[in-house]
């Protein structure tokens, strides 16, 4: 579902001809050294693919050209190991259509104090060389990610690592199929959005289809599926009564395993690797798909409830992004809260559809009435999450700008068992408090839909809204909501003025 291992990072490193040969043979050297070192990092996943030096306009317009139009190339890190006058970049820069990171490093960590002479100094330059680098990516107005740091230190590579997953996130957002299987809930308004628009800006496609669509594809089920389907069941959860073999609802679990495998068939087919339905939509499908969903999500697949499209994305691209790290990640809502005169905190859930990778052990596989859309039953995955620092993002469309709102928070374990809760939850506590957070989060106008990750951090969605133009609002421990307010004005005009949709 997730295959990163064609991709590449290039590493692109600055200087000039002045130099001469020799410097320019340890300039090669030195950076051959540094890429080397990044490659096998562990904290960076992707390829980090050397490029030979570039010291003139053209050898720098050539390989922005290269990286532009070699489809596993999915991002740029650029390091002036000396200085290389930056009207030189000027041509290059302004094709270039993949991320950037500016890694302002040096080749040596320490000054050699006894050694050091003006031949060293005109080699280890990227102190200035950086900075003319610099200034022509701000002249152009040129959004990039810069780290700064000697390349050795994890704290580089962590953040390098992170940025280059933010890089796969972009480029799987670039060639997204999602398949919206009925349309938006009822005149439910946050769900909706200007799909033209999302194509232009994020280059994901988001097309209808019907519930008639996937059953073509349940009708092909065979009874062989269907049956080792129904094993994986029974051998991964915990079985209610009603489920197992005998049970009363048993034929149920036949009817969600068909309709599990119809969906993964009819995304499969179709390239889909996000989608979303809705209760209301359901035509002939027996139940709302709920274990479908989740162990769809489980497997990477975005999805979004209720017609919720741009969540669907967000929860494929996020899930690529986390791709190997520790943490789960799921589509979430904001169900329910729990105030008490000391702390308050939010119990995230849905009807059904909340993805089992963030499950604190093995889930129970229950049958419950859903109480809304009169179809029958619907089995689903339940489960507590654990507890620990995570992430709600929320993308939302402003009418001129989609705003990614981001809220810092705190899983905790709940207080006590839920044993009449027949959905998988999360309980959080929310930065800096609920009553400030929930404060921003309604005045950004943040959806009740979110994407809920303990894999990445708030430093993963800014560069991912920096790539892609978009506003972004982080509440976090330090959010004040006058500022907040004042924040939210000034975007109001830099996106009216400077980065309006055409
Ligand atoms: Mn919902």
């Not at 999302?198 to 669509?213: H, I, K, L, P, T």
């Not at 089992?356 to 039953?377: A, M, R, V, W, Y």
Request: charged share 25%.
């Amino acid at each position: 579902m997730i295959d990163i291992s064609k991709k590449e990072i290039w590493f692109l490193t600055g200087s000039q001809d002045l130099y001469g040969e020799e410097t320019l043979k340890q300039v090669a050297a030195d950076s051959q050294e540094v890429v080397k070192g990044l490659d096998a990092s562990k904290h960076i996943p992707i390829k980090i693919v050397y490029k030979p030096t570039v010291k003139s306009p053209s050898e720098i317009l050539q390989v922005c050209q290269d990286a532009n139009s070699n489809p596993n190339c999915i991002g740029v890190i650029t390091w002036m190991h000396t200085f290389s006058p930056a009207k030189m970049w000027i041509g290059g820069l302004n094709i270039l259509n993949k991320p950037l990171c500016h890694l302002h490093t040096q080749f040596n960590a320490e000054i050699p104090w006894e050694d050091i002479d003006m031949d060293y100094m005109n080699l280890h330059q990227s102190a200035h060389g950086d900075r003319e680098f610099g200034f022509i990516m701000s002249r152009l107005r040129k959004k990039r990610k810069v780290i700064v740091g000697h390349w050795k230190t994890e704290r580089v590579q962590q953040r390098l690592g992170m940025w280059t997953r933010v890089a796969l996130g972009w480029d799987e957002i670039q060639n997204l199929k999602v398949a919206r299987i009925g349309d938006n809930m009822r005149e439910v308004a946050v769900t909706e959005g200007d799909k033209v628009e999302a194509q232009m800006r994020f280059g994901m496609s988001v097309n209808a289809y019907d519930s008639s669509d996937v059953i073509a594809h349940m009708d092909k089920v065979t009874d062989d599926e269907l049956e080792a389907l129904i094993k994986v069941y029974e051998e991964s959860y915990n079985l209610s009564d009603r489920l197992k073999e005998g049970g009363e609802q048993r034929q149920s679990l036949y009817d969600a395993a068909k309709i599990e495998l119809g969906l993964r068939s009819f995304l499969d087919a179709g390239g889909f690797k996000a989608f979303t339905d809705t209760f209301e939509n359901l035509g002939e499908l027996k139940q709302l798909p709920g274990i479908a969903t989740q162990r769809l999500m489980a497997d990477g697949y975005g999805f979004g409830g209720e017609g919720d499209w741009k969540t669907a994305a967000m929860t494929r691209v996020m899930k690529v992004m986390a791709y190997g790290l520790e943490g789960g990640t799921s589509f979430m809502e904001d169900y329910t809260y729990h105030f008490t005169p000391e702390k308050s905190y939010v119990l995230g859930s849905h009807m059904l559809e909340i993805c089992p990778t963030i499950s604190d052990g093995k889930p129970s596989c229950e049958i419950h009435p859903l109480g809304i859309g009169g179809k029958e039953d619907p089995v689903r995955l339940v489960f507590n999450s654990p507890a620990g620092p995570a992430i709600n993002a929320s993308l939302v469309d402003m009418g001129n700008r989609f705003r990614l709102i981001v809220n810092e928070v705190e899983a905790v374990k709940p207080m006590a068992d839920l044993p009449k809760l027949p959905v998988a939850r999360v309980l959080w506590d929310c930065k800096p408090d609920l009553d400030i957070a929930a404060t921003a989060w309604i005045l950004a106008g943040g959806a009740h839909h979110t994407v809920y990750t303990q894999a990445l951090t708030t430093e993963c969605m800014e560069d991912f809204a920096d790539i892609a133009g978009i506003e972004l609002l982080v509440i976090d421990q330090n959010t004040n909501i006058r500022q907040f307010k004042d924040t939210m004005n000034a975007n109001e005009a830099y996106y009216h003025i400077f980065n309006r949709r055409n």
